[in-house]
C-alpha cells in the first residue's frame, strides 16, 4: 500500500479530518478502522508530533498546561486509519482520582481487543524514563499491541547526551533489539519518514 510515503514523496497533501472526542470506549467512532495511537507524559510533545507527522499546523490543540488532553480524540486519516490522541499521563497538577480515571480510561483502550491497534509510546529526550513509562510500556506488552518506542525533542538535547539517553531508554525499559525505535523533533523536522514507514507496514500486514 504504502500510500502515506508515496502521498508524501509526491508532495500531496494527506487528508485528514477530525472525527470525535470520547470520554470512553462507548464514543469511539461506529466505523471500525485500523488505530494508530499516541501516548506519552504530560509536556512530551505529543501535540506537536502529531501535527508534524499529519504534516498540519494545528490539527492536534497544543497547550502551554500539560495535561489538557483528557478524551480519546479520533482523527481520521485518508479514509484508511484512526489516529488516537490518548490523554498524557504522569501530570501531578491533577487529582488522584483524576489520574486514576485517565489510567483507567487507557487501560481499557488497550486491553479492548475489538479492534485493530498499534501505539507510538512517547518519550522525551530531555528527561529519563519515569515509573510511568514502564507501566504504559508494561501495559502494552500484556495487551499484545504492535508499539514503537518514539524519543522526541532530540534537538533539545547535546549529542553526547542523546546517545546516553538512548542507552538509558534501551536499558530502563529493557527494549529488545527488535523493539521500532524512533528519534525524533517537530521543531527540526526529524523522523518523520520512519514513523510513515512504521504505519504503512503495519497498514499493508
Given at each position: 500500500?504504502?500510500?502515506?510515503?508515496?502521498?508524501?514523496?509526491?508532495?500531496?497533501?494527506?487528508?485528514?479530518?477530525?472525527?470525535?472526542?470520547?470520554?470512553?470506549?462507548?464514543?469511539?467512532?461506529?466505523?471500525?478502522?485500523?488505530?494508530?495511537?499516541?501516548?506519552?507524559?504530560?509536556?512530551?510533545?505529543?501535540?506537536?508530533?502529531?501535527?508534524?507527522?499529519?504534516?498540519?499546523?494545528?490539527?492536534?490543540?497544543?497547550?502551554?498546561?500539560?495535561?489538557?488532553?483528557?478524551?480519546?480524540?479520533?482523527?481520521?486519516?485518508?479514509e484508511n486509519y484512526y489516529l488516537v490522541d490518548l490523554p498524557g499521563y504522569g501530570f501531578a497538577r491533577v487529582s488522584k482520582s483524576t489520574r486514576h480515571q485517565w489510567q483507567k480510561l487507557i487501560r481499557q483502550y488497550f486491553?479492548?481487543?475489538?479492534?485493530?491497534?498499534?501505539?507510538?509510546?512517547?518519550?522525551?529526550?530531555?528527561?529519563?524514563?519515569?515509573?510511568?513509562d514502564k507501566k504504559t510500556l508494561k501495559w502494552l506488552q500484556d495487551a499484545e499491541l504492535p508499539y514503537s518506542v518514539v524519543v522526541t525533542k532530540i534537538d533539545k538535547v547535546s549529542k553526547n547526551i542523546l546517545i546516553?539517553?538512548?542507552?538509558?531508554?534501551?536499558?530502563?525499559l529493557q527494549l529488545s533489539k527488535n523493539t521500532p525505535f524512533f528519534p525524533t523533533s517537530s521543531t527540526a523536522k526529524i523522523g518523520r519518514e520512519n514513523l510513515l514507514q512504521w504505519v504503512d507496514a503495519l497498514l499493508e500486514e
Open positions: 500500500m504504502a500510500f502515506l510515503r508515496q502521498q508524501v514523496e509526491a508532495g500531496v497533501e494527506v487528508e485528514v479530518k477530525f472525527i470525535t472526542s470520547a470520554p470512553n470506549l462507548a464514543g469511539r467512532p461506529e466505523e471500525i478502522l485500523p488505530e494508530i495511537a499516541f501516548i506519552g507524559r504530560s509536556n512530551c510533545g505529543k501535540s506537536s508530533l502529531i501535527n508534524y507527522y499529519l504534516d498540519r499546523r494545528s490539527m492536534a490543540k497544543i497547550s502551554g498546561k500539560p495535561g489538557k488532553t483528557r478524551l480519546l480524540n479520533y482523527f481520521e486519516v485518508e486491553f479492548a481487543g475489538d479492534r485493530p491497534m498499534a501505539v507510538f509510546l512517547l518519550l522525551d529526550a530531555r528527561h529519563k524514563p519515569t515509573e510511568d546516553e539517553r538512548y542507552r538509558e531508554i534501551v536499558t530502563t
